[in-house]
């Protein structure tokens, strides 16, 4: 889930302390917990003002339609349930330039801690 916040707002209505409260509350029950990005804002509405973004700020393959993530601001490299592909994978296979960031992580890595991550590839 993607938010945005006014902060000064936020904290002056004491939001997060109220969140971790109903968070607690939830994570208390199994069943919550599968569906606790949806149950705590659900829950939450009516104490602090959650409004939901226009689709274009959070595109899932999970949910979304395919000829939407054009328009993505954002992209959650979400678990697919339906195809359990490591999310890796699904992220090279999502965002084609994954690679090319992953591969700029791993010099800068193996340059800080002189090590040899970028030789180990894990793509095709």
């Not at 904290?11 to 409260?21: F, H, N, P, V």
């Not at 359990?84 to 591969?103: F, G, S």
């Not at 992580?105 to 801690?113: E, G, N, R, S, T």
């Amino acid at each position: 889930a993607l938010y945005v916040v006014d902060l000064k707002k936020f904290r002056r209505i004491a939001a997060g302390d109220r969140l971790r409260g109903q968070y607690q509350g939830l994570s208390q029950d199994p069943n919550s917990l599968s569906n606790l990005d949806q149950d705590l804002p659900n829950n939450m509405i009516h104490q602090v003002a959650i409004k939901s973004l226009p689709q274009e700020w959070l595109y899932c393959e999970t949910w979304c339609d395919p000829k939407t993530k054009v328009n993505a601001k954002t992209i959650d490299l979400c678990n697919n349930p339906q195809t359990k592909e490591p999310k890796l994978q699904a992220a090279m296979r999502i965002v084609p330039e994954w690679k090319n960031y992953d591969y700029e992580i791993k010099v800068l890595w193996d340059q800080i801690y002189d090590t040899n991550t970028k030789d180990q590839i894990e793509y095709d």
